[in-house]
C-alpha cells in the first residue's frame, strides 16, 4: 500500500498524535533500528501503560494498531522534506513585493521630474502615493526578516543555548528595540541574525528618508490661454495739422511723450501679459527715435571784444563762446541779463548746442572740488550737442511679477534719402536677416550686394506704394537702376513718412531754444531750458539723459500709435506660476539599500537553516511550534517549572537552563543540557 499525501490526526487528551507524512518512496522494509536512527515518533495511547512506558521505537503491533499498517508498509514512511517553495513561498513573494514597490516609486515620480503637480483625483498627491509604496515596501520587508529572525532562533538552538534566548529572537522579531538588544546580545556569534536585526533597525528610518525624495519648488509654465504681446511698429506716419509743403504740427500726444521725456522719466511701454509672466523668444524691432551726445566742450572758441557804453568812458568786455557750427553765447557783466546757459537748433532740425559758463561767485569752488562735480558751473565752461533723429529700434524683454524688463540693444540710423524731394514718400530700410532665402536671391539679382553680416538695407519707399518700390540710384550698394517691386514682405521693411519725421525736425527748433540768464540774483529761463539747467548743475551726463529719455518715451509713443495695418505686435509665451517637482533620487537609494540587504539576509537564511535536517520543518514564528515542540518530557520531569508563575522569576531561571533543539522519540524537543 502506498502513500502520497499529508496524513494527520488530531489529537486531545484521550488521542495525542503528531503530523506524519507518508510518502511513496520504494518497499523498504521498515524495521525498529530505522526508525529509531531517524527519530520518527508515532503517537502513543495514553491508555496504553506499556507502550508509553516504552522507552524505544514503538512495536510493530503497536503501528498496526494505530495505524492498520504492517511493517512493510511502514517501511515506505520517511522524514517530510519541504521544498523551498512551499516552506518559504509567502516570504518569497513579499520580497517581489518589496522590489515592486521601489519599481512603482519610480515609475510615479519619473515622468514628473522637473514637471508641474499633477491634478489627481480627490487631490491625491506623489508625495501620498510615495507614503503608501514606501509602507507597503517597508512592510513586505519587516515581515520577511521577522520570519527569518523567528525561524532562525530553531537554528540556534542546534547547540546549547540558555533557554532564555527564545525570548531574545522572539522580541527581535517583533520590532527594533528587541532586534536592537539582540543586537547587543549575539555580538556578531550569529551573523544572519544579527544582519536581519540590523535591517529591522535601520528600518525606522525609511519613512523620513522617502519624504526626502520630493521636493516642490516654484516654476513657470505656458499659459496657452493667455495671449502676451508687447507693441511695436513697422510704420509711423502720423501727422498733425498742415502748416505748410513738407510740415506739420507735432500731434499732442507726442509732444505729451517728448513733455514726459523732458519733465520725468518717460512713458513706459505698455504690454498684454495676463499671468504677469510671460517670456519673449529673440529680439524685436519697432520704428522709433534715437539720441546721440557728444561733449563739445573741446570745440568752443572763447572770443573777446571791448565795447563802450554810452556814458562810460571805461571800456567793457565782451566774451563770446562759440560753437564750430555757429551757436554763441555773448556774455557781459555790464548787461541787463547776463546769459550763462543756452539751447538752440543751428540747423533749425534735430541738432541741438548747449553752452554753459559760471558765473563769478555762483558756485562754490571748494565744494566742487571736495564732491568731485563735473558740472558746467563747476568747470567753468561746457558744451554739447545732440541730436534726436528717426531709426530702428532692436530690443530683447521679458515680463516677470508683471513688470516689464526691457532692453534697447541696438539701432539702425541709415535710411533711403527721398528722391526727387517729394513729400509722399516714406523714410525706410529693410531688416535682412528676415528676409527669406527666395528673397535673398531675388535682392541680390537685382543688383543689391549682400555682404556677410549685412543686417540693414536703407531704400526709398513711396506712400502710394506700399509694396516696396526700390529707388536703387540712392543706396550705396545698388549696382544697377532697375527697380524691385513687391518682393520684400511688409513685415520686413520699417518705415516712416517723410512729412512726420520732417514735422519733428521743425518742432525741436521752438522746443529746445532759449538763455538762462540772470534776473535779481535768480537764474530765469524756459521751463525746457531750466530743466538741463537745474540750478547750476547742468552736466554733460545730465544732458544726455534727458536727452534718451526723450528718444525712449517718443519710442514708445509710436510703438502704440503706429500704422494699424503695420503694427502687428510681438508675439510672446505668458508663464503662470505653479508648483513643480524636484526629486532627490539619492533618498531613495536608502530604501534601495535596505531591500539589497533585506534580499541577502534571507537568501543566507535559507540556506542556514536548512543544512541537515532543518528541511523537515517550516516553523518560524508560529507559536504551536513551542506548544508542540517545546521542553521534552524527562526535562518537564526534572524541573518544577509550573510553580514560576511571574515573567522575572520565568527569566531568571530560563538564563541558566540550558537547552538544544534535538530529536526524540517524541519528534523535535527542547532538552535540557548539562
Not at 524505544?56 to 503497536?62: L, R, T
Not at 515609475?107 to 502615493?129: A, C, E, H, K, R
Not at 531688416?431 to 531704400?459: F, I, M
Request: a negative charge; aromatic letters at 10%; one cysteine or more.
Amino acid at each position: 500500500m502506498a502513500f502520497s499525501r499529508l496524513w494527520q490526526t488530531n489529537h486531545s487528551t484521550d488521542d495525542l498524535g503528531d503530523a506524519i507524512h507518508l510518502n511513496d518512496v520504494g518497499s523498504d522494509p521498515f524495521d525498529d533500528a530505522t526508525e529509531n536512527q531517524r527519530g520518527f515518533s508515532v503517537p502513543h495511547d495514553p491508555t496504553d501503560t506499556a507502550s508509553t512506558a516504552y522507552p524505544g521505537p514503538e512495536p510493530s503491533a503497536y503501528k498496526q494498531k494505530h495505524f492498520g499498517l504492517n511493517s512493510a508498509e511502514y517501511g515506505s514512511i520517511q522524514e517530510p522534506r519541504l521544498g523551498v517553495f512551499s516552506a518559504w513561498g509567502q516570504e518569497m513573494s513579499c520580497c517581489l513585493l518589496v522590489l515592486a514597490a521601489l519599481i512603482a516609486i519610480v515609475g510615479i515620480v519619473y515622468p514628473y521630474q522637473g514637471n508641474p503637480l499633477p491634478d489627481w483625483p480627490y487631490n491625491i498627491s506623489i508625495n501620498t502615493l510615495v507614503a503608501v509604496f514606501i509602507a507597503i515596501s517597508k512592510s513586505a520587508m519587516l515581515l520577511v526578516i521577522t520570519q527569518g529572525l523567528s525561524h532562525l532562533k530553531w537554528n540556534w538552538f542546534r547547540k546549547k543555548r540558555p533557554l532564555q534566548d527564545i525570548t531574545r529572537y522572539d522580541m527581535a522579531s517583533r520590532g527594533p528595540w528587541g532586534s536592537l538588544r539582540l543586537l547587543f546580545h549575539l555580538r556578531g556569534r550569529d551573523f544572519v541574525a544579527t544582519l536581519g536585526a540590523i535591517v529591522t533597525v535601520l528600518a525606522i528610518a525609511m519613512d523620513p528618508f522617502a519624504q526626502q525624495i520630493i521636493r516642490y519648488y516654484s516654476c513657470s509654465i505656458p499659459a496657452t490661454d493667455a495671449p502676451a504681446s508687447i507693441p511695436r511698429t513697422n510704420l509711423y506716419d502720423e501727422t498733425g495739422w498742415h502748416l505748410f509743403a513738407g510740415a506739420s504740427t507735432v500731434p499732442l500726444g507726442m509732444v505729451g511723450a517728448i513733455n514726459s521725456g523732458v519733465f520725468s522719466t518717460g512713458a513706459t511701454v505698455p504690454f498684454n501679459c495676463p499671468t504677469g509672466n510671460c517670456t519673449f523668444s529673440g529680439n524685436y524691432h519697432s520704428v522709433g527715435f534715437c539720441s546721440t551726445c557728444s561733449d563739445a566742450t573741446s570745440n568752443i572758441t572763447v572770443t573777446n571784444m571791448t565795447s563802450h557804453i554810452q556814458g562810460d568812458t571805461e571800456p567793457v568786455l565782451i566774451t563770446n563762446y562759440s560753437l564750430p557750427s555757429g551757436s554763441s553765447l555773448v556774455y557781459s557783466e555790464f548787461s541787463e541779463g547776463e546769459t550763462f546757459f543756452m539751447m538752440t537748433s543751428p540747423d533749425g532740425g534735430s541738432t541741438i548746442d548747449m553752452i554753459g559758463i559760471q558765473l563769478q561767485g555762483a558756485v562754490d569752488d571748494a565744494q566742487c572740488h571736495a564732491t568731485g562735480n563735473k558740472s558746467f558751473g563747476c568747470s567753468g565752461i561746457g558744451a554739447a550737442t545732440c541730436q534726436i533723429i528717426p531709426c530702428v529700434r532692436t530690443f530683447n524683454g521679458n515680463i516677470s511679477d508683471g513688470n516689464l524688463t526691457e532692453h534697447s540693444i541696438g539701432s539702425w540710423t541709415e535710411w533711403g534719402s527721398h528722391s526727387g524731394g517729394g513729400y509722399d514718400e516714406n523714410l525706410a530700410a529693410v531688416n535682412v536677416d528676415c528676409l527669406s532665402q527666395s528673397d535673398r536671391q531675388s535682392v541680390e539679382a537685382a543688383g543689391y550686394k549682400l555682404e556677410p553680416g549685412t543686417h540693414w538695407l536703407a531704400y526709398n519707399d513711396t506712400l502710394n506704394d506700399m509694396d516696396g518700390t526700390w529707388a536703387n540710384e540712392t543706396v550705396s550698394n545698388a549696382t544697377n537702376s532697375k527697380e524691385l517691386q513687391g518682393i520684400v514682405s511688409d513685415h520686413c521693411i520699417y518705415q516712416m513718412f517723410v512729412v512726420t519725421a520732417a514735422s519733428i525736425d521743425f518742432f525741436w527748433d521752438s522746443y529746445f531754444n532759449g538763455t538762462m540768464t540772470q534776473e535779481e540774483d535768480e537764474p530765469t529761463g524756459p521751463a525746457v531750458v531750466s530743466t538741463f539747467f537745474n540750478m547750476w548743475n547742468v552736466s554733460f551726463d545730465r544732458i544726455e539723459s534727458i536727452f534718451s529719455n526723450v528718444s525712449d518715451s517718443m519710442t514708445t509713443y509710436i510703438r502704440q500709435n503706429g500704422n494699424h495695418s503695420q503694427s502687428e505686435p510681438v508675439r510672446g509665451h505668458a508663464q503662470r506660476e505653479t508648483t513643480c517637482v524636484r526629486v532627490h533620487w539619492w533618498w531613495l537609494a536608502y530604501p534601495a539599500f535596505l531591500a539589497g540587504l533585506m534580499l541577502f539576509f534571507f537568501v543566507i537564511m535559507i540556506f542556514v537553516t536548512r543544512k541537515g535536517h532543518d528541511q523537515a520543518y517550516d516553523w518560524k514564528s508560529s507559536p504551536l511550534a513551542l506548544l508542540y515542540h517545546g521542553l521534552d518530557q524527562d526535562t518537564l520531569n526534572q524541573r518544577e517549572h509550573g510553580m514560576l508563575g511571574r515573567v522575572r522569576d520565568m527569566q531568571k531561571n530560563a538564563t541558566d537552563f540550558q537547552v538544544r533543539l534535538t530529536r526524540t522519540e517524541k519528534g523535535w524537543k527542547l532538552s535540557e543540557v548539562g
